[in-house]
């Protein structure tokens, strides 16, 4: 491990996204003034609906049907649930993260989504970027039709991320049905159970371990935390 990887930890349980938000908020704000490393964080969250700043009221198309939250993030609205993996990503981007550039937000995203698309490739799975759209997208070669797989939406408070992606290992997809997802009607969501691949979430969370190096090019311990509480303050790398 270099002496600046960030540390790697996965929330037990479903975390409640008040709590997220919270120890996202302090965890920044440390990083900051430089009291604490850089995080990536996995959790996952009961059923629930995100705005971001660009969300609009009339494509939260089921109010009622599950929690919303202000995320203040970009984007619209995404769901977040059981069964997909949310990934926040807290770095210092004063810093060069492997070919990512200091204080480029645009290939900060650009390597995110970069992050997925090598995830998904270790299941086989060809996840493509799309121009105008947010997101991740598998296409059926045989229909043409297309369905996004991996969500992306970012902050960043001076110069450090939070926020990050979510990645759809399993969730009830019926969910997605409550909102318009990232404002995008005419295509759908979809999971890699849905594409036939049962991979569970631990194998996810490999696949995602050992994809990050390639892109940032700050390799997580070789054993790393598998639990970690709700908190600003993460267990240590080992």
Not at 2 to 7: Q, S
Not at 56 to 84: D, I, M, N, S
Not at 130 to 145: F, H, K, N, S
């Amino acid at each position: 491990m270099t002496e600046d990887a960030p540390e790697w930890c996965i929330a037990e349980g479903l975390t409640p996204y008040p709590d997220a938000l919270e120890a996202m908020t302090a965890r920044v704000a440390a990083i900051r003034a430089g009291t604490i490393a850089e995080q990536v964080w996995l959790v996952e969250h009961p059923p629930l609906y995100t705005a971001g700043t660009s969300a609009k009221p009339e494509e939260l198309e089921q109010p009622g049907r599950f929690p919303t939250y202000a995320a203040g993030r970009g984007g619209q609205w995404t769901y977040h649930g059981p069964g997909q993996r949310t990934a926040y990503v807290m770095l210092d981007l004063n810093k060069r993260h492997g070919s990512v550039p200091a204080r480029d937000v645009r290939c900060y995203v650009h390597g995110l989504e970069e992050w997925l698309i090598r995830t998904l490739d270790r299941f086989n799975v060809r996840g493509e970027r799309r121009e105008g759209r947010v997101g991740i997208w598998v296409a059926d070669r045989a229909t043409g039709a297309e369905a996004k797989i991996g969500a992306i939406g970012v902050r960043v408070t001076r110069w450090v991320s939070w926020h990050g992606v979510a990645l759809n290992v399993d969730p009830d997809l019926s969910h997605f049905t409550g909102i318009v997802p990232c404002g995008i009607r005419e295509h759908g969501v979809t999971s890699l159970h849905k594409l036939g691949i049962p991979v569970t979430m631990a194998e996810a969370d490999v696949a995602l371990h050992q994809a990050w190096d390639e892109v940032f090019g700050q390799s997580p311990a070789a054993s790393w935390p598998e639990t970690c509480p709700i908190s600003a303050t993460p267990l240590p790398n080992t």
